[in-house]
């Protein structure tokens, strides 16, 4: 792991220098630059940053989630590895973190579909004070979420949660990742309607059929079910204001689905330096969010 994360030598987190000693008992780095915290380990400036947990708990965790086509749900976590329920799930909060696009690939090109899903839990399944959240809450029709995204065939997808089917949004969400002129499908949803002139937009009315050669939104549909899978078996229900994660998850799988289960290991383990999520940020992301603006 030091050698990945530095693979030209060890350098400081916090300044960059690589001026810096390795003091063996205590297992850190010093750094000789002069600013605060000059000590520093392998998870400093990593989604492990300040986990009592060590690397033997926190890999299992990245390899699980990179690499369950399901998801892991934190009471696996929590009797696989034997720390509780609740640091289960900050700690998959915490990978999913490490799932999140970088978003360095560039534009989609070629044959694209975009699509749109309804993602809610089955009320039954909550906890008391959770189902009354939200049901009160302000959401898309008959309290479920929605889930956006564009898929190039063959390639990868950019999912992301929105509040609305708006044309605005899912139009941006179009613009912001696909490159212009490429092939376009989508069902007849109106919020599509004006895409024409920068794409070459092509319309499958699911009124009248699914498929009409190469009009369709079937790879949308495929990773639809993959998430909802998750989502409603591992998961059982996810709250909607932590469900960015999941699509992040499940996108993140989906992208790197031609690898190994080692090299997706490898790939999730590159993405976890320079990223950050306190359990206050956690929580506090939650409570703003359920709040009625
Ligand atoms: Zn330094």
């Known amino acids: 792991m030091v050698a990945k994360r530095w693979p030209n030598?060890?350098?400081c987190p916090n300044c960059g220098s690589d001026h810096v000693a390795y003091l063996e008992n205590a297992r850190l780095w010093k750094c000789y630059g002069k600013h605060e915290r000059p000590k520093f380990s392998l998870k400093t400036g990593t989604i492990f940053e300040d986990s009592p947990l060590g690397l033997e708990k926190w890999l299992p965790v990245?390899?699980?989630?990179?690499?369950?086509?399901?998801?892991?749900?934190s009471w696996e976590i929590h009797r696989g590895l034997g720390v509780t329920q609740k640091t289960a799930w900050f700690m998959l909060q915490r990978a999913r973190l490490a799932t999140q696009d970088?978003?360095?690939g560039g534009k989609l090109g070629g044959e694209v579909e975009v699509d749109e899903t309804f993602i809610g839990g089955k009320a039954r399944n909550m906890h008391g004070d959770v189902k009354a959240r939200k049901i009160q809450g302000r959401r898309g029709p008959e309290g479920k979420a929605i889930v956006a995204a564009v898929l190039e065939r063959g390639g990868k997808v950019r999912a992301k949660v929105v509040d609305k089917?708006?044309?605005?949004?899912?139009?941006?969400?179009v613009r912001e990742n696909v490159e212009p002129g490429s092939a376009l499908y989508s069902d007849a949803l109106k919020s599509y309607d004006g895409l024409a002139g920068e794409f070459e937009h092509q319309v499958i009315d699911h009124a009248i059929a699914y498929v009409d050669g190469q009009v369709h939104t079937n790879g949308m549909e495929?990773?639809?079910?993959?998430l909802k899978r998750g989502i409603r078996g591992t998961y059982v229900s996810v709250e909607p204001y932590h469900?960015?994660?999941y699509v992040d998850e499940q996108a993140f799988r989906f992208n790197n689905r031609k690898l190994t289960d080692a090299e997706r290991f490898d790939s999730v383990m590159s993405q976890v330096v320079g990223k950050r999520l306190t359990y206050e940020e956690l929580i506090g992301s939650a409570e703003r969010?359920?709040?009625p603006n």
């Open 222 to 226: 495929n990773f639809w079910s993959l």
């Open 289 to 291: 969010s359920s709040s």
């Open 62 to 73: 990245m390899w699980l989630l990179a690499n369950c086509k399901n998801g892991v749900s």
């Open 243 to 245: 469900l960015f994660r």
């Open 102 to 104: 970088p978003e360095t």
């Open 9 to 11: 030598g060890v350098t």
């Open 165 to 173: 089917r708006r044309k605005s949004q899912l139009q941006s969400l």
